[in-house]
């Protein structure tokens, strides 16, 4: 276990401090650990450790800097076809090669859509922001327009409503709401707090109906604007950083 030199100060979980600096998600640093490419005080560190603001920590050799980070959160309106990986064995297109180039720490995803999924998707260089905004403990609003294929009636949406039992657990949407549409095409706006994989997908599959479309078009308190089409991201504004640092319990960043 590496050891904090300085005494009476107070620490943090080395791996949230990481996160906080930009440098990926609380659980990717937690991995980076584990792989002993991060020291503190020319110790190699361990999963458990804590640190102070004295507290010497290189990351694959390189000094971490303990300059405050100016963190940004952006907005990206993802098409479908891309995938939410730097890496893709299949070669297929990424979402981060559309995502504007930062000097310092890098971008982190606020969870994931699937290949065959449009919509709003939240990055964030503040990897400690990342971590809460996904928890599922936080309970945060994940909203979709979907276009269903199939014989929609008044007591399967009372089943979706109330709970379906998945082979990953029970699932629900906590709101549905009907859009435009006639016959067997109907579109929804359909809620759900947590993001198993494909919760959505899998929900409507689970009553026979198919899901032909399916766009986020909103994360909690943060929609998507119509100006920012397919495949372009903005950076968020001030009020919208500030009310998502206080949804998850965490001081806003200054200006």
């Not at 991060?38 to 640190?51: F, P, S």
């Not at 076809?81 to 297929?92: A, K, L, Q, T, Y």
């Amino acid at each position: 276990m590496a050891k904090s030199t300085a005494k009476d100060l107070p620490s943090e979980k080395l791996q949230k401090v990481l996160a906080s600096r930009g440098l990926g998600s609380r659980r990717a640093m937690e991995k980076w650990i584990e792989e002993g490419r991060v020291m503190v005080n020319g110790q190699v560190a361990t999963l458990g450790d804590r640190v102070t603001a004295e507290d010497r920590i290189q990351v694959d050799g390189k000094n971490l800097s303990k300059k405050t980070t100016r963190h940004r959160v952006i907005l990206y309106n993802k098409p479908v076809g891309e995938i939410v990986s730097r890496d893709d064995p299949e070669g297929r297109p990424s979402v981060f090669s559309r995502l504007p180039k930062i000097k310092r720490g890098r971008w982190v995803s606020v969870g994931r859509l699937d290949f065959n999924t449009a919509g709003l998707l939240l990055f964030t260089t503040d990897g400690e922001l990342a971590n809460r905004l996904m928890h599922p403990s936080r309970q945060i609003e994940r909203e979709y327009l979907v276009r269903t294929l199939g014989t929609v009636d008044d007591d399967m949406l009372q089943r979706l409503r109330e709970g379906v039992l998945l082979e990953d657990g029970m699932a629900r949407f906590t709101d549905i709401q009907k859009g435009r549409g006639e016959g067997a095409n109907q579109w929804y706006y359909v809620v759900i707090m947590e993001g198993k994989n494909r919760e959505v997908r899998r929900l409507w599959e689970s009553q026979g109906i198919t899901v032909s479309r399916l766009k986020r078009v909103r994360f909690g308190n943060v929609f998507i604007p119509s100006k920012v089409k397919a495949g372009q991201w903005t950076d968020l504004e001030a009020k919208e950083i500030k009310a998502i640092y206080q949804l998850v319990d965490l001081e806003p960043p200054g200006k």
